[in-house]
């Protein structure tokens, strides 16, 4: 059984900053998919952004925050990371991180591919 545990988040300023950070511990592959997921009030929850925890650590990301959001990660500490620059209202919402107990990883963002979740965190962004 993996367990996520997510920290970060808060409120800030369209233009500002914020760092996410997902603790994985429970797993037995060192080899996944781990990344963040997003849900706003009122819609569906849609990827973000997703790493292979494996040789190489690619990543992938949604359209939506290419060239203003980095995910990575810490072998050392099982702990991935959400740096995200730039952000604009419409990033508010509960985000979430996942695990897929599979080795490998693309842009998936079909949640029902994802095993396991964090209880999620929130960011606001305000106008």
């Known amino acids: 059984q993996v367990r996520l545990t997510e920290s970060g988040g808060g409120s800030v300023q369209a233009g500002g900053s914020l760092r996410l950070s997902c603790a994985a511990s429970g797993y037995a592959s060192t080899s996944n998919c781990m990344g963040w997921f997003r849900q706003a009030p009122g819609k569906e929850r849609e990827g973000v952004a997703v790493i292979f925890t494996g040789r190489g650590s690619a990543t992938y990301y949604a359209d939506s925050v290419k060239g203003r959001f980095t995910i990575s990660r810490d072998p050392a500490k099982y702990t991935a990371y959400l740096q995200m620059n730039a952000l604009k209202p419409e990033d508010t919402g509960m985000y979430y991180c996942?695990?897929?107990?599979?080795?490998?990883?693309?842009?998936?963002?079909?949640?029902?591919?994802?095993?396991?979740w964090g209880q999620g965190t929130q960011v606001t962004v305000s106008a």
């Open positions: 996942t695990w897929r107990d599979l080795s490998e990883c693309d842009a998936d963002w079909s949640t029902d591919h994802y095993d396991y």
